[in-house]
């Protein structure tokens, strides 16, 4: 993963507090091929959406599928094959067809916890990246309907050696 990559992770869940949970298919082909093909239709779609505010990265999104376009097309043919295998060969384009209508719509109306700027700073990242590995992490992280609150407060702030206050009741007061 580059740099930059993991700056926009840390930053993202440092900063909130949050952890990204991975689903137990993540680990299998099919897993991360439907991951990939729905992260590309979400920014594509949302980046269209984006397109007229200040934080237009249609640009970056297209250098994003150009420079991931072998990646992208074999999700896409993995599905392709996985829906071939289970529907058979004449119904796995429209299947695909389907399932891409099903996953734009679901966007329509934007990322459910992301705003543009945070997708543009992620398809820019991504776009200068060549790391498979890198673009499957960013895909589960955005894809996740939200990303999983700590339960318990990692960091505490000693103000005497006797004494702990806990950063969490500290930072409400």
């Given at each position: 993963m580059t740099s930059g990559l993991k700056r926009f992770f840390t930053a993202v869940v440092v900063g909130s507090g949050m952890l990204v949970t991975v689903p137990a298919n993540a680990k299998t082909g099919l897993g991360e091929a439907q991951a990939l093909r729905t992260f590309d239709i979400m920014l594509m779609v949302t980046a269209l959406r984006c397109r007229t505010g200040a934080?237009?990265?249609?640009?970056?999104?297209?250098?994003?599928?150009?420079?991931?376009?072998?990646?992208?097309?074999?999700?896409?043919?993995?599905?392709?094959?996985?829906?071939?295998?289970?529907?058979?060969?004449?119904?796995?384009?429209?299947?695909?067809?389907?399932?891409?209508?099903?996953?734009?719509?679901?966007?329509?109306d934007g990322h459910p916890w992301m705003g543009c700027a945070q997708l543009g700073q992620l398809a820019r990242e991504l776009a200068v990246t060549s790391d498979p590995g890198a673009l499957a992490t960013a895909a589960y992280y955005a894809l996740a309907a939200a990303p999983v609150q700590r339960s318990q407060p990692q960091v505490t702030i000693a103000y005497s050696s006797s004494n702990l206050i806990d950063a969490e009741r500290f930072a409400s007061r």
């Amino acid at each position: 993963m580059t740099s930059g990559l993991k700056r926009f992770f840390t930053a993202v869940v440092v900063g909130s507090g949050m952890l990204v949970t991975v689903p137990a298919n993540a680990k299998t082909g099919l897993g991360e091929a439907q991951a990939l093909r729905t992260f590309d239709i979400m920014l594509m779609v949302t980046a269209l959406r984006c397109r007229t505010g200040a934080d237009d990265f249609q640009a970056d999104y297209y250098r994003f599928a150009a420079n991931h376009v072998g990646t992208l097309n074999r999700a896409g043919a993995t599905l392709r094959a996985e829906f071939a295998n289970t529907m058979g060969p004449r119904s796995a384009d429209r299947a695909l067809d389907r399932m891409g209508v099903r996953i734009a719509n679901s966007y329509g109306d934007g990322h459910p916890w992301m705003g543009c700027a945070q997708l543009g700073q992620l398809a820019r990242e991504l776009a200068v990246t060549s790391d498979p590995g890198a673009l499957a992490t960013a895909a589960y992280y955005a894809l996740a309907a939200a990303p999983v609150q700590r339960s318990q407060p990692q960091v505490t702030i000693a103000y005497s050696s006797s004494n702990l206050i806990d950063a969490e009741r500290f930072a409400s007061r």
